[in-house]
């Protein structure tokens, strides 16, 4: 059979990526976003792939959102000229910054910011490097990561003082309900949805209403924007695990198992008793550590996949299988109810694909995407990593 030889080949553990699996999945948010006259800015700290990137902003406006200065500088290289760093700025990477711009002088680069500290660090180093630096104010819709309420009076402060201050402007106002993680169903994702697009919102038009422009209203993490129904008052829009998907995104109910792109290949290397194991060669670096749905299995009809799901190669779950644990390059696959379920007699050298709990966490062991269709390996796209 082509699906099994082809997958046979390869070296274990290695990261396959589904082509009509991820297609689908652009597909379906862009499509969502487009009809509601949104911009995607699709966040690349998920694929960190260029030719990934460009099929996530095809038929889009190409501006694209990042995590790190590594990912600006590989896409600014690549051709992307509009790009939001959305994570809270540290004054000395505004050197390195300003080396990006002058290099690509058609780049637009928006940074974050949520202190006064980095919008004088950002206009002092927009005075040395003669460049104006376009700035999104962060907004806490609840997350209580970065950012301010958008009831805090200190958040009017700070347009005011990019709008009295050279060599800064005002891009925006920028939120991620990291919250909606912790939906446990589709009326609370809603919610969430409502509480990140309306707080967003509702800062930009306190901005307004002191007379400051405040172009662009920025939202998204993928389970609110899958859930939204309403996008007024945002202008664009920046999911970034929906091209995956994962267990986690399974589960919340953004997505179905059989929607999820991204899987880990795996070599089964032993087998044992007491506890009644199988180990395979996939272990936390190649898994990650994330137990995110250990936190959801608290509730009802969610349950705790450990470090993964374990699929056959067709990527047929075993629901009654699981990654419970792993060691550095050691995966422990065991049964959920030991008692009555025994592991399957499968012999060293067999092959499974474990479907990740967070694609983000995962993906980023490998340097690059074995790309599959309908089982078959149709070739590799690179990723990078670092910072
Ligand atoms: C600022 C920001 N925007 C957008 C996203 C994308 O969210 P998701 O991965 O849920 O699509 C993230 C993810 O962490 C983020 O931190």
Avoid at 119 to 131: P, T, W
Avoid at 279 to 288: K, T
């Amino acid at each position: 059979v082509v699906l099994d030889s082809d997958l046979m080949d390869l070296k274990t553990p290695s990261l396959l990526l589904d082509a009509p699996r991820l297609q689908k999945n652009l597909q379906f948010m862009g499509q969502k976003l487009a009809a509601a006259d949104i911009d995607l800015q699709p966040h690349m700290k998920t694929a960190k792939s260029v030719p990934i990137a460009r099929m996530a902003t095809e038929g889009h406006s190409g501006a694209i959102t990042v995590s790190t200065v590594k990912e600006a500088e590989e896409f600014a290289k690549a051709g992307f000229s509009k790009i939001t760093y959305a994570v809270g700025l540290a004054p000395h990477k505004l050197g390195r910054i300003a080396a990006l711009l002058q290099r690509f002088p058609n780049l637009t680069l928006c940074l974050l910011v949520d202190n006064p500290g980095a919008i004088a660090a950002a206009a002092e180093a927009g005075q040395i490097f003669n460049r104006t630096f376009p700035l999104f104010l962060e907004i806490d819709s609840g997350a209580q990561r970065g950012g301010l309420r958008s009831d805090d009076p200190k958040l009017l402060g700070l347009a005011q003082q990019i709008a009295r201050t050279q060599h800064v402007s005002l891009a925006g106002v920028l939120t991620h309900a990291g919250q909606s993680y912790a939906a446990r169903n589709r009326q609370e994702l809603l919610q969430i949805a409502d509480q990140e697009r309306l707080s967003a919102f509702g800062a930009a038009g306190l901005i307004r209403g002191l007379g400051l422009s405040c172009p662009a209203v920025s939202i998204g993490s993928t389970p609110t924007l899958w859930a939204a129904e309403s996008f007024t008052g945002a202008t664009e829009a920046r999911p970034g695990v929906y091209m995956f998907m994962d267990v986690f995104q399974a589960q919340l109910g953004c997505c179905q198992i059989e929607d999820i792109a991204l899987s880990v290949l795996a070599t089964v290397i032993g087998r044992y008793e007491k506890p009644a194991r199988l180990l395979i060669d996939a272990g936390a670096l190649a898994l990650s550590q994330d137990r995110s749905t250990a936190l959801q299995a608290r509730h009802p009809g969610r349950l705790d996949y450990g470090l993964g799901m374990v699929c056959d190669l067709h990527g047929q779950p075993f629901p009654d299988l699981l990654v419970a644990q792993a060691h550095q390059e050691h995966g422990f696959i065991v049964s959920r109810t030991p008692e009555t379920t025994a592991l399957p007699a499968w012999p060293i050298g067999y092959r499974v694909r474990i479907f990740p709990i967070h694609a983000c966490m995962t993906a980023a062991a490998y340097q690059d995407y074995i790309m599959i269709e309908n089982g078959a390996v149709t070739g590799t796209l690179p990723r990078f990593n670092g910072w």
